[in-house]
């Protein structure tokens, strides 16, 4: 059963873009990720928010950022897109114990010609 | 460190065969261990957990002992499918600081593209 939605599926566009992917999650949890998963299925974790506080921030270029209007809701921008910004974005969410399970959605896959 | 290390990929199996998928982390604790599988067009979902060392998961006939004296947690299956083909990772949790307060991220190994064919 799907609890972390993702909007857009697919997003096709030009290098100097903006774009937005939306992430919604309906598990109550208190935390939320964003993910870059590249060709070679490495996933790299880009930001962490807990109750909108900005958690983690792996030296993700500035051009990226995390929006969030409340727990249940991680949007991700990226302002004037790049070309080796093509890569599929994994929203997660997940509860505070340690040994709470992280729920992912099915991702948005971003291509930049 | 507190990584976490894993089989390099693709593997191509032949239905029927056994697989192990080779994890090793890094770390002076005892973190709750985890494999998760992806299958095409879908996201990671859990595969199973063990948050006690020298305990054993499963699921779907995938099982993982978590052996604190080799710091391993290898992926294992008797008998693959053609439908467990997917790509597999193990992860583990990490504490992270934040205003005084604890909070905990998952951190990914590389991942495993296993192939199973006919």
């Known amino acids: 059963e799907t609890a972390v939605f993702q909007t857009p599926n697919y997003h096709v566009t030009q290098v100097g873009n903006e774009v937005s992917f939306n992430c919604k999650q309906t598990l109550g949890h208190d935390t939320m990720y964003w993910y870059k998963q590249d060709s070679k299925k490495l996933l790299k974790i880009m930001f962490s928010?807990?109750?909108?506080?900005?958690?983690v921030n792996e030296t993700v270029p500035r051009r990226f950022s995390p929006q969030s209007s409340d727990k249940a809701h991680l949007n991700l921008r990226i302002k004037s897109v790049e070309p080796e910004d093509s890569a599929v974005y994994l929203c997660?969410?997940?509860?505070?114990?340690?040994?709470?399970?992280?729920?992912f959605g099915p991702g948005t896959r971003l291509l930049v010609l | 460190g507190d990584s976490v290390t894993q089989t390099e990929g693709p593997v191509t199996l032949s239905e029927g065969t056994s697989l192990t998928v080779n994890c090793s982390y890094e770390t002076k604790q005892y973190p709750t261990l985890f494999w998760y599988v992806q299958y095409p067009g879908e996201g990671p979902q859990l595969l199973f957990k063990v948050p006690k060392a020298n305990e054993k998961g499963s699921n779907r006939g995938f099982e993982a002992t978590y052996n604190k004296e080799a710091t391993s947690f290898h992926l294992q299956k008797a008998s693959v499918q053609e439908s467990d083909s997917a790509v597999y990772y193990c992860a583990r949790v990490l504490w992270v600081i934040c205003s005084g307060a604890n909070y905990n991220v998952l951190y990914f190994g590389s991942g495993t593209k296993l192939t199973v064919e006919p």
């Open positions: 997660a969410s997940r509860g505070t114990g340690a040994q709470d399970t992280q729920y």
């Open positions: 928010y807990n109750n909108k506080q900005l958690i």
